[in-house]
Protein backbone atom coordinates (compact mmCIF):
# COMPACT_ATOMS: atom_id res chain seq x y z
CA UNK A 1 0.00 0.00 0.00
CA UNK A 2 2.78 2.23 0.92
CA UNK A 3 4.51 1.45 -2.47
CA UNK A 4 1.25 2.56 -4.19
CA UNK A 5 0.40 5.63 -2.64
CA UNK A 6 4.39 6.59 -3.31
CA UNK A 7 3.52 5.88 -7.30
CA UNK A 8 0.56 7.85 -7.12
CA UNK A 9 2.25 10.59 -5.87
CA UNK A 10 4.74 10.64 -8.30
CA UNK A 11 1.98 10.22 -10.90
CA UNK A 12 0.57 13.39 -10.09
CA UNK A 13 4.12 15.19 -9.65
CA UNK A 14 5.70 14.64 -12.44
CA UNK A 15 2.82 15.11 -14.69
CA UNK A 16 1.92 18.18 -12.71
CA UNK A 17 5.53 18.97 -13.34
CA UNK A 18 4.99 18.79 -17.21
CA UNK A 19 1.21 20.19 -17.48
CA UNK A 20 0.90 22.71 -14.72
CA UNK A 21 1.56 26.03 -17.21
CA UNK A 22 -0.58 24.28 -19.84
CA UNK A 23 -3.31 24.39 -17.00
CA UNK A 24 -2.72 27.77 -15.74
CA UNK A 25 -3.06 29.00 -19.55
CA UNK A 26 -6.55 27.10 -20.26
CA UNK A 27 -8.08 28.03 -17.24
CA UNK A 28 -7.46 31.62 -17.90
CA UNK A 29 -7.81 31.59 -21.44
CA UNK A 30 -11.08 29.84 -20.71
CA UNK A 31 -12.35 33.44 -18.67
CA UNK A 32 -11.73 34.84 -22.32
CA UNK A 33 -13.69 32.69 -23.93
CA UNK A 34 -16.79 33.41 -21.93
CA UNK A 35 -16.78 36.17 -23.90
CA UNK A 36 -14.64 36.05 -26.91
CA UNK A 37 -14.92 33.42 -29.11
CA UNK A 38 -12.82 32.23 -32.55
CA UNK A 39 -13.44 34.86 -34.87
CA UNK A 40 -15.62 32.96 -37.66
CA UNK A 41 -17.64 35.41 -40.30
CA UNK A 42 -21.10 33.57 -39.44
CA UNK A 43 -23.33 32.57 -42.70
CA UNK A 44 -26.02 35.37 -41.42
CA UNK A 45 -23.02 37.79 -40.62
CA UNK A 46 -21.95 37.54 -44.55
CA UNK A 47 -25.31 37.83 -45.81
CA UNK A 48 -25.64 41.20 -43.63
CA UNK A 49 -22.85 42.52 -45.41
CA UNK A 50 -23.96 41.25 -49.05
CA UNK A 51 -25.95 43.79 -51.65
CA UNK A 52 -29.90 42.55 -52.68
CA UNK A 53 -29.52 39.82 -55.28
CA UNK A 54 -30.68 41.70 -59.01
CA UNK A 55 -31.34 39.69 -61.42
CA UNK A 56 -32.80 41.72 -64.46
CA UNK A 57 -29.63 41.08 -66.60
CA UNK A 58 -29.91 37.11 -65.74
CA UNK A 59 -29.77 35.60 -69.35
CA UNK A 60 -28.60 32.07 -67.91
CA UNK A 61 -30.61 28.91 -66.84
CA UNK A 62 -28.98 26.86 -64.06
CA UNK A 63 -28.80 23.80 -66.35
CA UNK A 64 -26.86 26.37 -69.11
CA UNK A 65 -24.63 27.81 -66.15
CA UNK A 66 -23.24 24.04 -65.72
CA UNK A 67 -22.56 23.82 -69.51
CA UNK A 68 -21.20 27.00 -69.83
CA UNK A 69 -18.37 25.88 -66.51
CA UNK A 70 -17.81 22.84 -68.92
CA UNK A 71 -19.15 20.93 -65.54
CA UNK A 72 -18.72 17.24 -66.43
CA UNK A 73 -19.55 15.42 -62.58
CA UNK A 74 -22.67 16.82 -60.57
CA UNK A 75 -23.33 19.69 -58.58
CA UNK A 76 -23.85 19.04 -54.92
CA UNK A 77 -24.41 23.07 -54.14
CA UNK A 78 -24.85 25.78 -56.53
CA UNK A 79 -26.02 29.55 -55.69
CA UNK A 80 -26.87 33.24 -57.04
CA UNK A 81 -25.36 35.82 -55.63
CA UNK A 82 -23.91 39.12 -56.98
CA UNK A 83 -20.33 39.84 -57.56
CA UNK A 84 -20.11 43.60 -57.30
CA UNK A 85 -23.02 44.85 -59.70
CA UNK A 86 -23.44 41.61 -61.52
CA UNK A 87 -25.64 38.38 -61.04
CA UNK A 88 -23.37 35.04 -60.91
CA UNK A 89 -23.64 31.45 -60.21
CA UNK A 90 -21.28 30.00 -58.02
CA UNK A 91 -21.34 26.00 -57.75
CA UNK A 92 -19.45 23.25 -56.12
CA UNK A 93 -18.96 19.75 -58.07
CA UNK A 94 -18.83 16.24 -56.05
CA UNK A 95 -15.31 16.69 -57.15
CA UNK A 96 -15.06 19.63 -54.86
CA UNK A 97 -14.17 22.06 -58.06
CA UNK A 98 -15.37 25.61 -56.69
CA UNK A 99 -16.63 27.72 -60.18
CA UNK A 100 -18.22 31.10 -60.85
CA UNK A 101 -20.06 31.97 -63.85
CA UNK A 102 -21.33 34.98 -64.58
CA UNK A 103 -25.34 35.32 -64.93
CA UNK A 104 -25.29 38.14 -67.03
CA UNK A 105 -22.57 36.96 -69.67
CA UNK A 106 -22.34 33.13 -69.57
CA UNK A 107 -18.33 34.31 -68.67
CA UNK A 108 -16.18 32.08 -66.57
CA UNK A 109 -14.82 33.54 -63.49
CA UNK A 110 -11.37 31.62 -63.82
CA UNK A 111 -9.51 33.32 -61.16
CA UNK A 112 -9.90 36.13 -59.08
CA UNK A 113 -7.17 38.93 -59.52
CA UNK A 114 -6.11 41.05 -56.22
CA UNK A 115 -7.70 44.03 -58.07
CA UNK A 116 -10.96 42.58 -58.10
CA UNK A 117 -10.38 41.25 -54.42
CA UNK A 118 -9.85 44.79 -53.52
CA UNK A 119 -13.19 45.75 -54.81
CA UNK A 120 -14.53 43.38 -53.48
CA UNK A 121 -13.20 43.67 -49.90
CA UNK A 122 -13.80 47.78 -50.50
CA UNK A 123 -17.65 46.77 -50.38
CA UNK A 124 -18.04 44.55 -47.87
CA UNK A 125 -17.20 46.81 -45.94
CA UNK A 126 -19.36 49.52 -47.19
CA UNK A 127 -16.65 51.67 -48.75
CA UNK A 128 -15.46 52.54 -45.30
CA UNK A 129 -12.05 51.76 -45.56
CA UNK A 130 -9.55 50.51 -49.16
CA UNK A 131 -7.29 47.52 -48.61
CA UNK A 132 -3.80 48.88 -48.10
CA UNK A 133 -1.74 45.22 -48.30
CA UNK A 134 -3.31 42.29 -50.01
CA UNK A 135 -1.45 39.16 -49.59
CA UNK A 136 -2.52 35.99 -51.96
CA UNK A 137 -2.54 32.87 -49.22
CA UNK A 138 -2.62 28.94 -50.95
CA UNK A 139 -3.04 27.54 -46.89
CA UNK A 140 -4.79 28.07 -44.74
CA UNK A 141 -3.68 31.22 -42.20
CA UNK A 142 -4.18 31.36 -37.87
CA UNK A 143 -7.29 33.05 -38.80
CA UNK A 144 -9.40 30.61 -41.49
CA UNK A 145 -9.49 27.03 -39.55
CA UNK A 146 -13.18 26.90 -40.19
CA UNK A 147 -12.67 27.08 -43.86
CA UNK A 148 -14.09 23.74 -44.03
CA UNK A 149 -17.31 24.03 -42.44
CA UNK A 150 -17.58 27.05 -44.12
CA UNK A 151 -17.67 25.40 -47.07
CA UNK A 152 -14.69 27.39 -49.16
CA UNK A 153 -11.35 26.41 -50.62
CA UNK A 154 -8.16 28.24 -48.80
CA UNK A 155 -7.20 29.88 -51.52
CA UNK A 156 -7.55 33.37 -51.00
CA UNK A 157 -6.63 37.12 -51.04
CA UNK A 158 -6.34 38.65 -47.31
CA UNK A 159 -7.00 42.37 -47.79
CA UNK A 160 -5.56 43.77 -45.07
CA UNK A 161 -7.69 47.62 -44.72
CA UNK A 162 -6.71 51.05 -44.13
CA UNK A 163 -8.98 51.28 -41.19
CA UNK A 164 -8.22 52.30 -37.22
CA UNK A 165 -9.70 49.05 -36.07
CA UNK A 166 -7.14 46.81 -38.33
CA UNK A 167 -9.29 45.09 -40.40
CA UNK A 168 -8.80 41.56 -42.14
CA UNK A 169 -11.52 40.48 -45.03
CA UNK A 170 -10.41 37.43 -46.82
CA UNK A 171 -12.14 37.51 -50.63
CA UNK A 172 -11.96 33.56 -52.46
CA UNK A 173 -9.96 33.42 -54.94
CA UNK A 174 -12.72 30.85 -57.06
CA UNK A 175 -16.15 32.60 -56.49
CA UNK A 176 -15.22 36.16 -55.49
CA UNK A 177 -16.58 36.10 -52.59
CA UNK A 178 -16.09 37.48 -48.86
CA UNK A 179 -15.66 34.10 -46.80
CA UNK A 180 -14.19 35.65 -43.47
CA UNK A 181 -13.73 39.25 -42.04
CA UNK A 182 -12.16 40.05 -38.48
CA UNK A 183 -10.24 42.73 -36.97
CA UNK A 184 -7.36 43.53 -34.49
CA UNK A 185 -9.82 43.40 -31.46
CA UNK A 186 -11.05 40.02 -32.27
CA UNK A 187 -7.39 38.99 -32.65
CA UNK A 188 -6.26 40.31 -29.78
CA UNK A 189 -8.90 38.23 -27.75
CA UNK A 190 -8.59 35.58 -29.50
CA UNK A 191 -4.84 35.17 -28.68
CA UNK A 192 -5.56 35.03 -25.07
CA UNK A 193 -8.69 32.76 -25.49
CA UNK A 194 -9.22 30.36 -28.22
CA UNK A 195 -5.90 30.14 -29.57
CA UNK A 196 -4.46 28.69 -26.61
CA UNK A 197 -7.72 26.97 -25.01
CA UNK A 198 -7.91 24.66 -28.13
CA UNK A 199 -3.76 24.66 -28.62
CA UNK A 200 -4.33 26.43 -31.77
CA UNK A 201 -1.22 27.61 -33.50
CA UNK A 202 -0.63 27.60 -37.41
CA UNK A 203 1.09 24.86 -37.74
CA UNK A 204 -0.97 22.60 -35.84
CA UNK A 205 -4.38 24.00 -37.33
CA UNK A 206 -3.09 23.10 -40.87
CA UNK A 207 -2.56 19.37 -40.22
CA UNK A 208 -6.22 18.45 -38.45
CA UNK A 209 -4.96 15.44 -37.75
CA UNK A 210 -1.30 15.87 -36.05
CA UNK A 211 -3.45 18.55 -33.62
CA UNK A 212 -6.31 16.08 -33.36
CA UNK A 213 -4.10 13.79 -32.05
CA UNK A 214 -2.09 16.37 -29.89
CA UNK A 215 -5.43 17.54 -27.94
CA UNK A 216 -6.43 14.04 -27.45
CA UNK A 217 -3.27 13.05 -25.34
CA UNK A 218 -2.79 15.92 -23.46
CA UNK A 219 -6.20 16.20 -22.44
CA UNK A 220 -5.99 12.53 -21.48
CA UNK A 221 -2.71 12.96 -19.40
CA UNK A 222 -4.47 15.57 -17.62
CA UNK A 223 -7.01 13.11 -16.82
CA UNK A 224 -4.73 10.76 -15.31
CA UNK A 225 -2.68 14.02 -13.19
CA UNK A 226 -6.06 15.04 -12.00
CA UNK A 227 -7.41 11.32 -10.98
CA UNK A 228 -4.30 10.99 -9.04
CA UNK A 229 -4.29 14.37 -7.80
CA UNK A 230 -7.97 13.59 -6.16
CA UNK A 231 -7.04 10.31 -5.01
CA UNK A 232 -3.89 11.82 -3.34
CA UNK A 233 -5.82 14.76 -1.54
CA UNK A 234 -8.19 11.71 -0.51
CA UNK A 235 -5.42 10.08 0.97
CA UNK A 236 -3.59 13.02 2.67
CA UNK A 237 -7.10 14.09 4.19
CA UNK A 238 -6.34 14.51 8.05
CA UNK A 239 -9.57 16.71 10.19
CA UNK A 240 -7.57 17.99 13.58
CA UNK A 241 -9.74 18.47 16.39
CA UNK A 242 -11.30 21.49 17.06
CA UNK A 243 -10.99 23.09 14.02
CA UNK A 244 -13.03 21.21 11.10
CA UNK A 245 -11.11 23.43 8.63
CA UNK A 246 -7.75 22.30 8.95
CA UNK A 247 -7.65 19.25 7.33
CA UNK A 248 -4.23 19.06 5.37
CA UNK A 249 -1.05 17.56 6.65
CA UNK A 250 1.36 19.70 4.58
CA UNK A 251 3.29 22.62 6.89
CA UNK A 252 4.90 23.83 3.84
CA UNK A 253 2.35 27.22 2.85
CA UNK A 254 1.92 26.53 -1.32
CA UNK A 255 1.91 22.70 -0.64
CA UNK A 256 -1.23 23.33 1.17
CA UNK A 257 -2.62 25.68 -0.59
CA UNK A 258 -2.88 23.42 -3.62
CA UNK A 259 -4.19 20.41 -0.77
CA UNK A 260 -7.30 22.89 -0.02
CA UNK A 261 -8.01 24.04 -3.55
CA UNK A 262 -7.74 21.05 -5.00
CA UNK A 263 -9.59 19.19 -2.49
CA UNK A 264 -12.85 21.69 -3.15
CA UNK A 265 -11.93 22.27 -6.72
CA UNK A 266 -10.43 18.87 -7.77
CA UNK A 267 -13.20 16.96 -9.25
CA UNK A 268 -14.58 20.13 -11.13
CA UNK A 269 -10.44 20.20 -12.61
CA UNK A 270 -10.96 16.68 -13.88
CA UNK A 271 -14.12 16.71 -15.47
CA UNK A 272 -13.53 20.53 -17.09
CA UNK A 273 -10.44 18.30 -18.63
CA UNK A 274 -12.44 15.36 -19.12
CA UNK A 275 -15.00 17.53 -21.27
CA UNK A 276 -12.32 18.78 -23.15
CA UNK A 277 -11.07 15.51 -24.31
CA UNK A 278 -14.52 14.26 -25.36
CA UNK A 279 -14.96 17.36 -27.92
CA UNK A 280 -12.05 15.66 -29.76
CA UNK A 281 -14.55 12.70 -30.00
CA UNK A 282 -12.64 9.89 -29.49
CA UNK A 283 -14.92 7.15 -28.84
CA UNK A 284 -17.13 6.66 -31.79
CA UNK A 285 -20.96 6.78 -30.09
CA UNK A 286 -22.44 9.07 -32.21
CA UNK A 287 -24.59 8.20 -34.97
CA UNK A 288 -23.47 6.21 -38.08
CA UNK A 289 -21.61 9.01 -40.19
CA UNK A 290 -22.84 7.27 -43.46
CA UNK A 291 -26.17 6.40 -42.14
CA UNK A 292 -26.47 10.27 -41.50
CA UNK A 293 -25.50 10.95 -44.71
CA UNK A 294 -27.81 8.60 -46.73
CA UNK A 295 -30.74 9.80 -44.74
CA UNK A 296 -29.57 13.80 -45.57
CA UNK A 297 -29.88 12.71 -48.89
CA UNK A 298 -33.12 11.36 -48.91
CA UNK A 299 -34.77 14.87 -47.62
CA UNK A 300 -32.36 17.23 -49.29
CA UNK A 301 -30.80 14.90 -52.58
CA UNK A 302 -27.17 14.18 -52.97
CA UNK A 303 -27.04 16.83 -55.98
CA UNK A 304 -28.79 19.75 -57.91
CA UNK A 305 -31.20 18.39 -60.17
CA UNK A 306 -30.68 21.41 -62.46
CA UNK A 307 -32.72 20.00 -65.50
CA UNK A 308 -35.63 20.10 -63.09
CA UNK A 309 -36.01 23.53 -62.75
CA UNK A 310 -39.15 25.03 -64.99
CA UNK A 311 -38.86 28.58 -63.08
CA UNK A 312 -36.19 30.54 -64.28
CA UNK A 313 -34.22 32.71 -61.42
CA UNK A 314 -35.42 35.53 -62.63
CA UNK A 315 -39.04 34.25 -62.47
CA UNK A 316 -38.28 33.29 -58.93
CA UNK A 317 -36.96 36.77 -57.68
CA UNK A 318 -40.44 38.26 -59.02
CA UNK A 319 -42.12 35.78 -56.47
CA UNK A 320 -39.96 35.68 -53.69
CA UNK A 321 -38.52 39.51 -53.83
CA UNK A 322 -42.44 40.51 -52.37
CA UNK A 323 -41.84 38.59 -49.33
CA UNK A 324 -38.21 39.00 -48.55
CA UNK A 325 -35.02 40.80 -49.39
CA UNK A 326 -33.11 38.17 -50.91
CA UNK A 327 -29.61 38.54 -50.29
CA UNK A 328 -28.67 34.58 -51.73
CA UNK A 329 -31.02 32.55 -54.01
CA UNK A 330 -29.77 28.92 -53.41
CA UNK A 331 -30.90 25.70 -55.63
CA UNK A 332 -31.93 22.88 -53.47
CA UNK A 333 -34.05 19.65 -53.76
CA UNK A 334 -36.21 18.87 -50.92
CA UNK A 335 -37.73 15.28 -50.90
CA UNK A 336 -37.02 14.85 -54.66
CA UNK A 337 -38.64 18.49 -55.93
CA UNK A 338 -36.66 21.31 -56.98
CA UNK A 339 -37.08 24.77 -55.05
CA UNK A 340 -35.35 28.13 -55.02
CA UNK A 341 -34.69 28.78 -51.28
CA UNK A 342 -33.92 32.86 -50.66
CA UNK A 343 -32.00 34.02 -47.53
CA UNK A 344 -32.81 37.53 -46.59
CA UNK A 345 -30.69 36.81 -43.10
CA UNK A 346 -30.25 33.50 -41.04
CA UNK A 347 -33.67 33.56 -39.66
CA UNK A 348 -35.76 35.11 -42.67
CA UNK A 349 -35.90 32.44 -45.69
CA UNK A 350 -38.44 31.44 -48.07
CA UNK A 351 -38.98 28.47 -50.34
CA UNK A 352 -40.60 28.58 -53.89
CA UNK A 353 -41.33 25.25 -55.77
CA UNK A 354 -39.39 25.24 -59.09
CA UNK A 355 -40.87 22.65 -61.27
CA UNK A 356 -44.18 24.54 -61.83
CA UNK A 357 -44.25 27.91 -63.32
CA UNK A 358 -47.21 29.09 -60.74
CA UNK A 359 -45.96 28.33 -57.76
CA UNK A 360 -45.69 31.00 -54.64
CA UNK A 361 -43.69 31.12 -52.26
CA UNK A 362 -43.99 29.96 -48.69
CA UNK A 363 -41.95 29.95 -45.45
CA UNK A 364 -42.19 27.09 -44.04
CA UNK A 365 -42.07 23.35 -45.87
CA UNK A 366 -45.14 21.38 -44.72
CA UNK A 367 -44.91 18.30 -42.12
CA UNK A 368 -46.68 15.30 -43.25
CA UNK A 369 -44.62 14.43 -46.05
CA UNK A 370 -41.53 15.44 -44.12
CA UNK A 371 -42.73 13.00 -41.48
CA UNK A 372 -43.48 10.47 -43.69
CA UNK A 373 -39.88 10.53 -44.80
CA UNK A 374 -38.31 10.61 -41.65
CA UNK A 375 -40.13 7.76 -40.76
CA UNK A 376 -38.88 5.59 -43.72
CA UNK A 377 -35.77 6.24 -41.89
CA UNK A 378 -36.33 3.78 -39.35
CA UNK A 379 -39.01 1.54 -41.11
CA UNK A 380 -38.89 -1.68 -38.47
CA UNK A 381 -39.55 0.77 -35.18
CA UNK A 382 -42.86 2.64 -34.04
CA UNK A 383 -42.66 6.55 -33.43
CA UNK A 384 -42.51 7.31 -29.97
CA UNK A 385 -42.94 10.99 -30.35
CA UNK A 386 -43.53 13.37 -33.16
CA UNK A 387 -44.22 17.11 -32.74
CA UNK A 388 -43.07 21.16 -33.95
CA UNK A 389 -40.17 22.63 -31.45
CA UNK A 390 -41.13 26.40 -30.97
CA UNK A 391 -38.78 26.36 -27.98
CA UNK A 392 -35.45 24.76 -27.82
CA UNK A 393 -35.02 21.67 -26.06
CA UNK A 394 -32.03 20.03 -24.44
CA UNK A 395 -30.04 19.09 -27.57
CA UNK A 396 -31.69 21.74 -30.56
CA UNK A 397 -30.51 24.59 -28.75
CA UNK A 398 -28.28 27.72 -29.05
CA UNK A 399 -26.91 29.91 -26.19
CA UNK A 400 -26.54 33.14 -28.88
CA UNK A 401 -30.49 31.89 -29.82
CA UNK A 402 -28.96 31.60 -33.64
CA UNK A 403 -30.34 27.89 -34.49
CA UNK A 404 -34.20 28.71 -36.95
CA UNK A 405 -37.27 27.65 -34.81
CA UNK A 406 -39.90 25.91 -35.44
CA UNK A 407 -38.31 22.07 -36.40
CA UNK A 408 -40.07 18.96 -36.62
CA UNK A 409 -38.59 16.27 -34.09
CA UNK A 410 -39.29 12.92 -34.57
CA UNK A 411 -38.13 10.18 -32.31
CA UNK A 412 -38.50 6.82 -32.50
CA UNK A 413 -39.13 3.87 -29.99
CA UNK A 414 -35.80 2.31 -31.27
CA UNK A 415 -32.87 0.65 -29.16
CA UNK A 416 -30.58 3.59 -29.74
CA UNK A 417 -34.00 6.18 -28.81
CA UNK A 418 -32.98 7.97 -31.80
CA UNK A 419 -34.30 11.97 -32.81
CA UNK A 420 -34.35 13.45 -36.19
CA UNK A 421 -34.82 17.36 -36.16
CA UNK A 422 -35.62 18.96 -39.25
CA UNK A 423 -35.52 22.41 -40.49
CA UNK A 424 -38.90 23.46 -41.18
CA UNK A 425 -38.17 26.93 -42.92
CA UNK A 426 -35.43 24.84 -45.48
CA UNK A 427 -36.76 21.00 -44.84
CA UNK A 428 -33.23 19.80 -44.38
CA UNK A 429 -31.80 17.39 -41.36
CA UNK A 430 -30.44 20.04 -38.91
CA UNK A 431 -29.57 17.42 -36.49
CA UNK A 432 -29.46 13.60 -35.36
CA UNK A 433 -29.25 12.30 -31.57
CA UNK A 434 -28.97 8.90 -30.26
CA UNK A 435 -27.75 7.20 -26.87
CA UNK A 436 -24.04 7.38 -27.91
CA UNK A 437 -24.40 11.83 -29.22
CA UNK A 438 -26.71 12.53 -26.18
CA UNK A 439 -24.00 10.59 -23.81
CA UNK A 440 -21.69 12.82 -25.65
CA UNK A 441 -23.27 16.05 -25.62
CA UNK A 442 -23.36 15.89 -21.99
CA UNK A 443 -19.53 14.89 -21.41
CA UNK A 444 -18.87 17.76 -23.53
CA UNK A 445 -21.05 20.58 -23.74
CA UNK A 446 -22.56 19.86 -20.19
CA UNK A 447 -19.31 19.51 -18.24
CA UNK A 448 -17.20 22.01 -20.31
CA UNK A 449 -19.74 24.96 -20.86
CA UNK A 450 -22.33 23.83 -18.76
CA UNK A 451 -24.67 24.05 -21.28
CA UNK A 452 -27.61 23.31 -19.23
CA UNK A 453 -31.17 24.52 -19.41
CA UNK A 454 -31.95 25.39 -16.56
CA UNK A 455 -28.50 27.56 -15.81
CA UNK A 456 -27.48 28.75 -19.38
CA UNK A 457 -30.42 31.35 -20.58
CA UNK A 458 -30.04 32.70 -16.70
CA UNK A 459 -27.35 35.17 -17.15
CA UNK A 460 -25.69 36.85 -15.08
CA UNK A 461 -26.54 32.80 -12.31
CA UNK A 462 -24.25 31.24 -15.39
CA UNK A 463 -21.52 33.71 -15.58
CA UNK A 464 -21.12 33.35 -11.24
CA UNK A 465 -21.44 29.68 -11.69
CA UNK A 466 -19.06 29.65 -14.12
CA UNK A 467 -16.59 32.39 -13.18
CA UNK A 468 -16.56 30.67 -9.38
CA UNK A 469 -15.31 27.09 -11.10
CA UNK A 470 -12.86 28.65 -13.66
CA UNK A 471 -11.17 30.99 -10.15
CA UNK A 472 -11.03 27.71 -8.54
CA UNK A 473 -9.62 25.82 -10.90
CA UNK A 474 -7.20 28.86 -11.96
CA UNK A 475 -6.03 28.53 -8.27
CA UNK A 476 -5.59 25.13 -8.48
CA UNK A 477 -3.25 25.61 -11.38
CA UNK A 478 -1.36 28.42 -10.30
CA UNK A 479 -0.19 26.84 -6.96
CA UNK A 480 0.65 23.40 -8.72
CA UNK A 481 3.17 25.58 -11.11
CA UNK A 482 4.24 27.69 -8.01
CA UNK A 483 5.46 24.04 -7.00
CA UNK A 484 6.98 23.35 -10.17
CA UNK A 485 8.74 26.38 -10.38
CA UNK A 486 10.33 25.84 -6.76
CA UNK A 487 11.37 22.14 -7.74
CA UNK A 488 12.64 23.28 -10.55
CA UNK A 489 14.90 25.86 -9.10
CA UNK A 490 15.81 23.33 -6.38
CA UNK A 491 17.13 21.11 -8.77
CA UNK A 492 18.93 23.65 -10.85
CA UNK A 493 20.62 25.22 -7.43
CA UNK A 494 21.05 22.04 -6.10
Sequence with gaps: MKKLKKGVMLLHRYLGFVLSLLFVCWFLSGFVMMYASYPTMKYHQRLQQLPAVRLGACRLTPQQAMVTAGITDTVRSMRIGMLLDRPVYRMITQKNQHLTVFADSGTVLREVDTALAAKVATAFVNNSSRPQRIETLSQIDQWMAAHRSQGYLPQVHRCEMDDAAGTYVYVSVYTGEAVQKLNGRQRFWAW???????????????????????????????????????????????????????????????????????????????????????????????????????????????WVDVAGYQLSPAQAMERLGKTVTVKELQMISILGRPYYLAYEDGMHTCLLAADETDTQPFRYYPVAPLLAAVKGFQQNYSVRSAEVLERYDDYYYARAFDKRLPVLRVSFDNPEKTSYYIDLATGQLALKHEKGSRVERWLYHGLHSFDFSFLVYKRPLWDIVVLVLLTGGTLVSITGLVLTWKWCRRKVNS
Design 192 to 302: LGPVPHWIYPTVLIRNRQVWSQVVIWVSLIGCVMCLSGIIMGIIRYKRKRGNGLDFSPYKKRWFRYHHYTGFVFGLFVFTWVLSGLFSMGPLAIGPDSARQLAERNVLSGA
